[in-house]
C-alpha cells in the first residue's frame, strides 16, 4: 500500500505522516554498525575508519566513508594521543639518591620503588600509582585515578604501614618532589631517594613487573606492539594502513 493511500485511509495528511517518521522513525538494525562497534572494542579503540574498513573489507563491500560515518555518529572514534611537550624544570624538593642501584634487600619494607603507570581504557588514561617491595617484588599498596595529580601517590602513600628504616626510591615527577608529599614522607619516618632528572637506571624494575603482573599486562602490550591483523592489513592493502 502507498503511503498516500494509508494516509487517505486513516484521514490524516501525508506532511502529518512525514513529521512523525522523522521525529520518530523506525531504527533498523545495522549489521554493519554491529560489526564496526565489535571491531573497535575488540582492539581497544586503538583503530580509526581505515584500518576498521580494511577488516571490514575482508568479509564483505563496504565504503571506507560510510564506515567514518557510523563510526563518527555512535562515538567509535580512534583515541588520538596528544604529544605533550615537557617543561624541564628544577623539582621544588628533590632528594639525594640513596637507592643507587642496588635493588637487593635483606628484609621485607626495607628498600621500597614507586610509580605512575599508564593504563589505556576505552577512550580515556588512566593512572596506576603503586609502591614494590624489592624484596620479594610485592606491589604492597597502590591506587587507580582518571588523574595523575599529588592526592594520587598521597592514597598510596597512606597505605604503607608504620615501620622504621624504609627507604622509598621514586624519579623526580612532580607529584613526588611536590610539598605536600615529601611533607607526608617524613610525617611516615620514611627515607626519601630519587634518581637524578633525565638518569633515572632504578626505575626498570618496577616497570617489568608492572608490565608482567598488571591485570593489562603481556598479552595487550603483545596486541598492541606486535597484532597479528595490523600484519595482514598492511600485507593485503598498504593503502588503508593507518600511521
Request: proline content about 2%; glycine content about 4%; charged content about 25%.
Amino acid at each position: 500500500m502507498k503511503v498516500s493511500e494509508a494516509c487517505r485511509w486513516l484521514g490524516i495528511a501525508r506532511a502529518t505522516y512525514y513529521r512523525w517518521k522523522a521525529a520518530v522513525g523506525t531504527k533498523h538494525t545495522d549489521k554493519a554498525e554491529e560489526r564496526i562497534r565489535e571491531l573497535c572494542i575488540r582492539h581497544k579503540f586503538r583503530y580509526g575508519y581505515r584500518k576498521i574498513t580494511a577488516l571490514l573489507q575482508v568479509e564483505q563491500r563496504i565504503n571506507h566513508k560510510r564506515v567514518q560515518r557510523i563510526m563518527q555518529r555512535e562515538g567509535l572514534q580512534c583515541r588520538v594521543k596528544l604529544k605533550k611537550r615537557k617543561v624541564q624544570g628544577q623539582p621544588v624538593h628533590p632528594s639525594e639518591n640513596l637507592l643507587k642501584r642496588q635493588i637487593y634487600a635483606e628484609a621485607p619494607m626495607q628498600k621500597l620503588v614507586t610509580d605512575i603507570t599508564y593504563l589505556p581504557f576505552g577512550g580515556k588514561m588512566l593512572y596506576f600509582s603503586s609502591i614494590l617491595d624489592l624484596y620479594n617484588g610485592e606491589i604492597v599498596a597502590y591506587s587507580i585515578a582518571d588523574k595523575q595529580d599529588t592526592s594520587l601517590v598521597l592514597d598510596t602513600l597512606n597505605q604503607l604501614p608504620e615501620q622504621e628504616k624504609m627507604l622509598l626510591h621514586s624519579d623526580q615527577c612532580s607529584v613526588y618532589t611536590s610539598f605536600a608529599y615529601q611533607k607526608a614522607v617524613k610525617g611516615k619516618g620514611i627515607t626519601m631517594s630519587m634518581s637524578r632528572r633525565s638518569l633515572d637506571n632504578n626505575h626498570w624494575v618496577v616497570d617489568y613487573v608492572l608490565t608482567h603482573t598488571c591485570s593489562l599486562d603481556a598479552l595487550n602490550w603483545i596486541e598492541q606492539h606486535y597484532d597479528i591483523q595490523r600484519r595482514k592489513i598492511r600485507r593485503t592493502d598498504t593503502s588503508l594502513y593507518e600511521i
